[in-house]
Structures are given as C-alpha cells and as structure tokens.
C-alpha cells in the first residue's frame, strides 16, 4: 500500500500545546533532555546488567538462583531498553549527541540493530501509528489480529487466551529473524528502508557476532548446552513478553482507535497531532515503580506528543497536555491501573476474536 498523508491545519491544537509545554521549561528552566536522576539510573542498570551474567555464566548457581537471574536479567534488558535505548534513539537522553548515540547502542549489544529500530520505531511508528499496513509495530498476523481492517483466520477465535504465549516471541523472532527480513528485503512492511551506509552493514554484522558469542557460545563453554538453552528460553522469553505488553497497552486497547487513509486522496481524516490522541492511551501513571521501570512508557501519550522530550518529564508535562485537551474537548485515553490496561487488552483482542 501507498504511505498515506496527514493534512496541514493551521492555528492547531498542537501549535497551543508546543507553547504551553515551551511556557513549562521557560518557566522552570530546565532542560527538556534528561537529568540527574535518568543518568543514575541508567548507571545503575547498565552496572546490574554484566554483574548478574557475568555471575550467571561464570559462577553458575544453583538451578533456584539461576532461575531468579534469568528473571532478573530479562527485567534489566527491558529496562535498559525503555529507558537507556529508547531516549538515547529520539535524541532526548542527553543534550550531546555523541551520548544519545552511545546509548541508543544499547539495543545493538542486546542482539538488536539501532539503524533499523530507528527506522521501524522513531519514522514509522511514530508517525503512521496503528494505521494497518504501514505501522509494523500492530503486524503480527496471522497469529494475531490487532485491529478490524486485519484478515480473520479461525486461530483468532482464542487469540485472548494465547496471546501471553505469542508475546512472550518478541524478543527471540526479533533478534533472530525480523532483523535479518529486513535488512536482506530493505523494507519495513511497505515502507522501504533508505541505502544503509557502510559502518551500518559492519556495526550490523558486528553486534550479531558478537551477540552469538555472549548469549550463546560462552554460556554453552561455561554453564553446558542444556543449562543454557533452559536459561536463554527463561530470559528471552520474558524478555518478549515484558517489551511487548508495554506497547500493547499504550495502543491495541478499548477506545483507542485503527483510523485509515480515504481511499480516493490517500489523506488521513485527522491532523498528526490529533491521530495520535486518537491512537494512543496512559496506563498505571499514579504507579511510581511502573514508571519508573518502562521509562515513562506508561505515559505514551505525552511521549508520541513529544518525543524528543526526555521520559523523567512526563509526569509534569502530562497535567499540562491532559488540561489542554480538556480545553479543546480531544479525547485523552487512561488507565489509571496496570490489571484495568491489561483487562481493556483482552477485551479488545476479544472483540477482534469474532469475525
């Protein structure tokens, strides 16, 4: 299908949130980067993680405790990547671009490429949201059905009982599979990939040797196959599940919506700023530990809004937004609790489960 457009408006709603949310930082002076408290965060995680593989594959501990660092491990990679990656790709994690390029490189040592995620996450996601089609984050078919436009195959009769299972795929189908689809193809569902420059193809190739040999081959020579593989399908699998369900539930949820071009202009009905109200919905954003977790994940509104805005302000910024869509009557979709989100989830790939 063709990239459809969204139309230009003049005098918009989006033109009065940028002044007020410019009115916020004036007034506070800060920066719209992160600060302080990101940047102690992200050392503590980023310190957590090789300590507890490098206890795991070196020290192997009893089945008990390496069960619990296989848990732990995987809770840090979603971690570092909500909150180490994901600012470091929109530019938001520093005022210094050399450092939001260092740590977007996080994803690269996790088995993943920057390049491509930047490609598939920060142009299309962020701005063709849950348009069937063309964002691929809400392509998982035919194992699920995410929205009404999708085809309907019988499996998604009890697509709302298995989806824990297939989501718990994610981390695993993407580091060792869609990464190379769409590197070899060029293309990120319609939408075909710029020429990759050169240092891209080698820091390609590099990071998934590399990743082979920290995840696969020394836990192999060190702990043995079996160990291994029962520790590597625990990680990566909660890995999937975790990195999966945060964007599930700031998306494919009760209200949030699936808009379509009209057929005959190729043009979207609503301005950018507007279909992403529309698309987009908050969960768990009283829960201090959650949003601390995901990286502001919980407050997806403000980040598609906003994204070069660093995640440790959207608890601020979100009264600000919240109040102007109240003084423009636009829609702003919360979940006040994380189980009313995941309830929302289910009832949605309910809905989708009858044809």
Same mark, same amino acid.
Request: charge should be positive; glycine fraction near 6%; hydrophobic fraction near 45%.
């Given at each position: ?23 916020? /930082? ?18 503590? %995680? ?40 994901? $600012? ?88 060792? /599979?869609? $990464? ?34 920290? /995840? ?16 590597? %399908? ?29 057929? $005959?202009?190729?043009?979207?009905? $609503? ?85």
């Amino acid at each position: 299908m063709s990239i459809p457009k969204f139309p230009s408006v003049r005098l918009s709603f989006h033109s009065e949130l940028k002044k007020r949310i410019y009115d916020y /930082f004036k007034k506070t002076g800060g920066k719209s980067t992160g600060n302080y408290k990101l940047y102690i965060k992200a050392l503590v %995680l980023l310190i957590s993680f090789p300590a507890i593989y490098f206890h795991l594959v070196f020290f192997t501990p009893v089945w008990w405790l390496a069960f619990t660092e296989c848990v732990v491990l995987a809770g840090l990679t979603a971690a570092i990547g909500f909150n180490v990656m994901h $600012d470091g790709m929109h530019g938001s994690f520093s005022r210094r671009k050399w450092v939001n390029n260092m740590a977007g490189l996080s994803i690269n040592f996790l088995g993943a490429n920057n390049y491509l995620w930047k490609t598939k996450h920060n142009i299309i996601h962020h701005t063709y949201t849950n348009i069937d089609g063309v964002d691929d984050d809400i392509e998982a078919r035919p194992v699920l059905r995410l929205c009404r436009t999708q085809k309907y195959y019988r499996i998604h009769r009890f697509q709302h009982w298995y989806f824990w299972a297939a989501y718990s795929l994610l981390y695993l189908w993407w580091v060792f /599979f869609t $990464d190379y689809k769409k590197y070899f193809t060029r293309r990120i569902g319609p939408t075909p990939i710029k020429k990759i420059p050169l240092i891209q193809h080698f820091s390609f190739w590099g990071f998934k040797v590399l990743h082979l040999g920290v /995840f696969v081959a020394l836990p192999v020579i060190f702990a043995g196959a079996i160990p291994w593989l029962i520790g590597f %399908l625990i990680y990566g699998l909660l890995s999937g599940f975790i990195l999966s369900i945060v964007f599930q539930l700031a998306h494919t949820v009760e209200h949030t919506e699936f808009p379509q071009a009209v057929a $005959d202009t190729n043009m979207m009905e $609503d301005e950018w700023v507007l279909h992403q109200l529309k698309t987009t919905a908050n969960f768990a954003t009283c829960n201090r530990f959650i949003t601390w977790w995901v990286g502001g994940l919980n407050f997806q509104i403000e980040h598609h809004l906003f994204p070069r805005i660093s995640h440790v302000h959207y608890p601020a910024i979100s009264r600000i937004i919240k109040q102007t869509c109240r003084d423009f009557g636009l829609p702003y979709h919360e979940f006040p609790k994380m189980r009313v989100a995941v309830a929302s989830h289910i009832s949605h790939l309910r809905n989708l489960s009858r044809r």
